[in-house]
T-cell receptor, first 113, second 113 residues
Framework: NAGVTQTPKFQVLKTGQSMTLQCAQDMNHNSMYWYRQDPGMGLRLIYYSASEGTTDKGEVPNGYNVSRLNKREFSLRLESAAPSQTSVYFC????????????FGNGTRLTVT | QKEVEQDPGPLSVPEGAIVSLNCTYSNSAFQYFMWYRQYSRKGPELLMYTYSSGNKEDGRFTAQVDKSSKYISLFIRDSQPSDSATYLCAMSGGFTGRRALTFGSGTRLQVQP
């Protein structure tokens, strides 16, 4: 009963390096999301995919790109990491995009030095 | 000003106490209200989901929504040390044009045995 699986769990990058965060869900959900969580800021939406084949910007999309690879998988890419991107990244999924509860993974803790 | 405001705490209570957690919001379009619980180093998990105004009860948890005051609450009865976590409110609405949840920054709760 995996739910939402994120890899890796931890990552340290140097400024300017790139990486891709992976996310997969096994609940046959249509919609998937990437949030970042910072102290005092709560969860902020980076990008989301309402359905397979679509992606949209959220509140803080700058410096990130996403790919909805198929219905199960939604990846987040940092092309040139910056210290301001040090955060905990959460992937989530829901049945549909509008007003449905989210199911979260356990996060990727990223440090950019 | 944030769209959803939540006291960060920490809130420390003795075991068995009644806990009240609250959020205020400014966007009158919000219609769906949720509470998530997040344990340390884990992803948020859905606790309560309510639509529009009113109360909803589930075991020791009661969610209240007062749309006229733009105020939502989560009550925990007979609190247990296992309730120690961060509690996040989240909301969404059909007319916001935003197809994802808006979160509060979370309240950290500690229940002392």
């Amino acid at each position: 009963n995996a739910g939402v699986t994120q890899t890796p769990k931890f990552q340290v990058l140097k400024t300017g390096q790139s990486m891709t965060l992976q996310c997969a869900q096994d609940m046959n959900h249509n919609s998937m999301y990437w949030y970042r969580q910072d102290p005092g800021m709560g969860l902020r939406l980076i990008y989301y995919s309402a359905s397979e084949g679509t992606t949209d910007k959220g509140e803080v999309p700058n410096g990130y790109n996403v790919s909805r690879l198929n219905k199960r998988e939604f990846s987040l890419r940092l092309e040139s990491a910056a210290p301001s991107q040090t955060s905990v990244y959460f992937c989530a999924s829901s049945e549909v995009a509008d007003n449905s509860p989210l199911h979260f993974g356990n996060g990727t803790r990223l440090t950019v030095t | 000003q944030k769209e959803v405001e939540q006291d960060p705490g920490p809130l420390s209570v003795p075991e068995g106490a009644i806990v009240s957690l609250n959020c205020t919001y400014s966007n009158s379009a919000f219609q769906y209200f949720m509470w998530y619980r997040q344990y340390s180093r884990k992803g948020p998990e859905l606790l309560m989901y309510t639509y529009s105004s009113g109360n909803k009860e589930d075991g020791r948890f009661t969610a209240q929504v007062d749309k006229s005051s733009k105020y939502i609450s989560l009550f925990i009865r007979d609190s247990q040390p296992s309730d120690s976590a961060t509690y996040l409110c989240a909301m969404s609405g059909g007319f916001t044009g935003r197809r994802a949840l808006t979160f509060g920054s979370g309240t950290r709760l500690q229940v002392q045995p």
